[in-house]
Each structure stands twice: as structure tokens, then as C-alpha cells.
């Protein structure tokens, strides 16, 4: 009798913890994510894995998480790339005083799982224009052979997209078309009207919402191609 309590006390938090989980969403299984920093989980000025708001908190992890079906992503990581912004309090004064925000951390951190392909492609700094642009490991490598410095953009989009090391040059559109995903997640153009925004003045962005338009129109009819269902996340209107 002891022992038939015992296993069932065992057994207890398994079954309340099944109980409980979220059944999975079978539309959501192959989730497939384009964006920007936001989806990136891209926070305080860093990228990471794991933090006070990193990856693993994204948006697209809860979502994933919510519908009970597993997202990988390309986890960076500690100290991250970069290592997120902290705000030390260092006089005690209350107060935030200029030089009180900085990385405590050195250094840079990398995919932490290099032979993982990942299903969120979000690539902090992303706009409706560079999205199309690619990025191969080739090019890295004879700019580094001859003596010059690969973009920082470039870097990050290769170990976004580009790891586990491929041959072909690769752009968030072609990677979601390679993964052939069951449902897409979109929100990008953020970076587009970023300027704008933080500038509280509209003339501060060249581009007209003409020139957007066709940009992510051709966007998603290029995700479309595929035939997987989309949801898009919309943009507030910055000019007023």
C-alpha cells in the first residue's frame, strides 16, 4: 500500500503538468517567422538566448508556446550579440544620469546551436528593403581573406539565415520557402518608419508609403508562393 502511494504522489505532478499543457495547434507545427528585431526578440539594445527579455520571451516563443507546438530559433549565446543594455544606478540618486546605461558585459556571444536551422528567420534591423537582400558565407570569408571588415548587418544576417553553414546565398524569403512551413508570421516595415517615429517628424523618411506599398506587396506575394496561410501584423500610421 506504501508503495502504491508513493507512485501515485510520484506520478502526481506528471499528470497535473499534462493536464494542464496546451493542446497542440496542428496548423502551427511548421510556424515559419519573417520580421524585425521585435520578433527577433531583440530588447534593451542586445540579442540573447537567455535574459530578462530574451529569445526564449519573444513574441513568436509565447505564441509557440500557447499553441503547444515547438519553434526553434537561433539562440545566441550570453553575452549575447550584442549583450543587452543595463542601467546601473551608480550615485543612488534615483535619477537616470548620463553614462548610467551601458553593456556590463564584454565581449560577443554566437548561435549556441550551430547545426540547428531555425524557423524564426527575424532579423534585427530588417526593413521592406534589405529583406530581399542576401547573404552567403563566401562573401564573408574573402572579405575577411582580403583584409576588410563584413558589414555588421551582414554578419548577423548570415548567423541568422546563414548557420548551419550553406553554399547558396540566402534572405529571410528564401529560407521561409526552403522550410516550407505550414503557417507564416510577418511583421516587418517597423524599420521603415522608425525614423519618423522617434523624430516625431514625418519628413525625416524619404520613402513615400507608395514606394512601401509596392516593397511589401511584393513581399508577401513572394511568401505567398508557397501557399501556406499568413498572419500580418499591421503598422501604426506615423504621419499623422
Given at each position: 500500500m506504501?508503495?502504491?502511494?508513493?507512485?501515485?504522489?510520484?506520478l502526481l505532478p506528471v499528470v497535473s503538468a499534462a493536464e494542464s499543457a496546451p493542446p497542440a495547434t496542428p496548423l502551427l507545427r511548421?510556424?515559419?517567422?519573417?520580421?524585425?528585431?521585435?520578433?527577433?526578440?531583440?530588447?534593451?539594445?542586445?540579442?540573447?538566448?537567455?535574459?530578462?527579455?530574451?529569445?526564449?520571451?519573444?513574441?513568436?516563443?509565447?505564441?509557440?508556446?500557447?499553441?503547444?507546438?515547438?519553434?526553434p530559433q537561433p539562440l545566441i549565446s550570453a553575452p549575447g550579440f550584442p549583450p543587452?543594455?543595463?542601467i546601473k544606478d551608480r550615485n543612488?540618486?534615483?535619477?537616470?544620469?548620463?553614462?548610467?546605461?551601458?553593456?556590463?558585459?564584454?565581449?560577443l556571444g554566437f548561435r549556441s546551436q550551430v547545426h540547428q536551422a531555425g524557423r524564426n528567420l527575424a532579423v534585427p534591423g530588417e526593413d521592406t528593403k534589405t529583406v530581399f537582400d542576401r547573404v552567403n558565407a563566401n562573401?564573408?570569408?574573402?572579405?575577411?581573406?582580403?583584409?576588410?571588415?563584413?558589414?555588421?548587418?551582414?554578419?548577423?544576417?548570415?548567423?541568422?539565415?546563414?548557420?548551419?553553414?550553406?553554399?547558396?546565398?540566402v534572405s529571410q524569403i528564401t529560407r521561409a520557402r526552403d522550410l516550407k512551413p505550414g503557417f507564416i508570421v510577418v511583421w516587418l516595415g517597423n524599420n521603415d518608419v522608425l525614423g519618423m517615429a522617434t523624430r516625431t517628424n514625418p519628413a525625416a523618411e524619404s520613402t513615400t508609403p507608395a514606394a512601401f506599398a509596392v516593397r511589401f506587396c511584393r513581399l508577401l506575394d513572394e511568401l505567398a508562393d508557397g501557399g501556406a496561410p499568413m498572419a500580418v501584423a499591421t503598422l501604426p500610421d506615423v504621419t499623422g
Open positions: 506504501r508503495s502504491l502511494l508513493a507512485l501515485a504522489l510520484a511548421r510556424m515559419v517567422v519573417v520580421g524585425d528585431s521585435i520578433l527577433a526578440g531583440f530588447s534593451s539594445g542586445g540579442w540573447v538566448g537567455r535574459g530578462k527579455a530574451g529569445q526564449r520571451d519573444s513574441a513568436p516563443a509565447v505564441l509557440a508556446h500557447q499553441a503547444g507546438v515547438t519553434l543587452p543594455l543595463e543612488q540618486n534615483g535619477r537616470l544620469d548620463p553614462g548610467e546605461v551601458y553593456r556590463t558585459l564584454p565581449g562573401d564573408l570569408i574573402d572579405a575577411l581573406v582580403h583584409g576588410r571588415v563584413p558589414d555588421g548587418r551582414d554578419l548577423l544576417k548570415f548567423m541568422i539565415l546563414g548557420v548551419p553553414v550553406r553554399s547558396d546565398a
